[in-house]
């Protein structure tokens, strides 16, 4: 069975400070690892796709990296327009995707 | 302007009643996914389709049906059998890119059964 696990569950940030979100799998055959950012009350909106161990996407202040076990998503110089939780999901055989958890971050001024 | 809606944006239900929830999509996407999310967790598949006229369970199907009559619109009804159906309701469709599937959500619907 495809597992995700992402940490911390929470993380609070001062504006400018620069962390590291995980996200740790168990799949048989990645196929492709997805990062989503979700704001309160609202469905997920895409951020990356990785397909291979070694791969790095960026996009603004977010730059994503994958391994053969796990995932992290990068945050540099966080805004408070960076606060949203961040959602890891990873596809298999087929086009079903599995979730992790999310990781909840909050960057204040 | 392309995308997928979803409606309404907020549902309230007596426990006991069937509901049906919306989710339409003008992105000639081909795949649809139904999925729920509850309070600090991550989503979970319901149902999905992969063309007309056909879907799969997904990984929580139980007390759910779901009809996939035409390519743009995929409605998920939440029957009297779902024991808690109080959640948040996702709708994804997806377009395949190379071996993968990006899936694209809807801005979801808040179901509350009382």
């Known amino acids: 069975e495809d597992q995700v696990t992402q940490s911390p569950e929470a993380l609070r940030l001062q504006e400018g400070e620069s962390s590291s979100l995980n996200c740790s799998y168990t799949?048989?055959?990645?196929?492709?690892l997805f990062w989503y950012r979700q704001d309160p009350g609202k469905g997920p909106e895409f951020l990356f796709t990785l397909y291979s161990a070694g791969e790095e996407k960026e996009k603004e202040r977010l730059k994503a990296t994958l391994t053969k076990k796990e995932s992290f998503l990068h945050i540099t110089a966080p805004k408070p327009e960076d606060s949203a939780t961040y959602l890891c999901a990873v596809q298999a055989a087929g086009n079903k995707l599995t979730f992790g958890g999310g990781t909840r971050v909050l960057v204040k001024p | 302007d392309g995308g997928i809606t979803q409606s309404p944006k907020y549902l309230f239900r007596k426990e006991g009643q069937n509901v049906t929830l919306s989710c339409e999509q003008n992105l000639n996407h081909d795949a649809m996914y139904w999925y729920r999310q509850d309070p600090g967790q991550g989503l979970r598949l319901i149902y999905y389709?992969?063309?007309?006229?056909?879907?799969q369970k997904g990984d929580i199907a139980e007390g759910y049906s779901v009809s996939r009559e035409k390519k743009e619109s995929f409605p998920l009804t939440v029957t009297s059998a779902q024991k808690n159906p109080t959640a948040f309701y996702l709708c994804?469709?997806?377009?395949?890119?190379?071996?993968?599937?990006?899936?694209?959500f809807g801005p979801g619907t808040r179901l509350t059964v009382t």
């Open positions: 994804a469709s997806s377009i395949k890119t190379g071996m993968n599937y990006e899936q694209y």
């Open positions: 799949v048989s055959g990645l196929r492709g």
């Open positions: 389709s992969q063309i007309v006229n056909d879907f």
